[in-house]
């Protein structure tokens, strides 16, 4: 009986902390209380609690940092699924995946853009233009892909928004791993954030297209 107490209690733990991180109380990125916090928030003991949370890293929702503490690296398992599965993919699957979605954000984002979505990419795109001048690899992955997101999320459209966040981790992996071919300057991401701008979907379709053309002869 002791056991199947224990069960009940780990599982309810189990739920409370992911009713915590789906709802977005606990952001991705977030670092969770601690251990004692959480047993006396919850009511329940420690061992309770670090049970659930070991289950939780074992899903993948929850990272444990040696000495740092315990932090959020997703919202629910399908986006674990979905991540482990890009890391596996090989660059031109991406790629392939890509030339479908962003063409997709690249269009809608031409009609539905607002001028907040326009400053979040401009600075991006700043951002991004700093880092190639310096031949900051890490910095210009970080800003790429910060750019390609908020086009998608100019495009206002939550799935489309939800897929091209799920595999921010893997462009940014293939970003890095075309090292200096990505540094080399040109204006096909300025185009795209001058068509969205102007409205224009064919043209921001078009750029969106050159982009991965170009990382395509990248590989």
Do not use: C
Not at 27 to 37: D, R
Not at 97 to 117: F, H, N, S, W
């Amino acid at each position: 009986m002791r056991n199947v107490a224990r069960t009940s209690l780990v599982d309810a733990a189990i739920e409370e902390l992911r009713g915590e991180i789906t709802s977005g109380a606990w952001p991705v990125g977030t670092k969770i209380p601690s251990e004692s916090q959480l047993a006396e928030t919850l009511g329940m003991s420690r061992l309770s609690v670090r049970e659930a949370v070991r289950v939780l890293v074992h899903a993948g929702l929850l990272t444990t940092r040696q000495g740092d503490g315990t932090y959020v690296t997703a919202t629910d398992e399908s986006q674990v699924a979905l991540r482990r599965r890009l890391d596996r993919a090989a660059a031109m699957d991406i790629i392939d995946v890509r030339r479908g979605l962003d063409m997709v954000a690249a269009r809608l984002a031409a009609t539905r853009r607002t001028p907040e979505d326009l400053a979040l990419m401009r600075e991006a795109l700043e951002r991004r233009d700093a880092a190639a001048r310096t031949g900051d690899l890490d910095a210009f992955a970080d800003a790429d892909v910060a750019f390609h997101l908020y086009v998608a999320d100019a495009a206002h459209n939550p799935l489309l928004t939800d897929l091209y966040r799920s595999m921010s981790e893997a462009l940014r992996d293939s970003v890095r791993n075309m090292e200096q071919a990505v540094l080399d300057y040109d204006d096909s991401h300025a185009e795209l954030l001058k068509a969205v701008e102007d409205g224009d979907a064919a043209r921001a379709i078009g750029a969106g297209v050159t982009i991965l053309d170009q990382q395509e002869r990248d590989l």
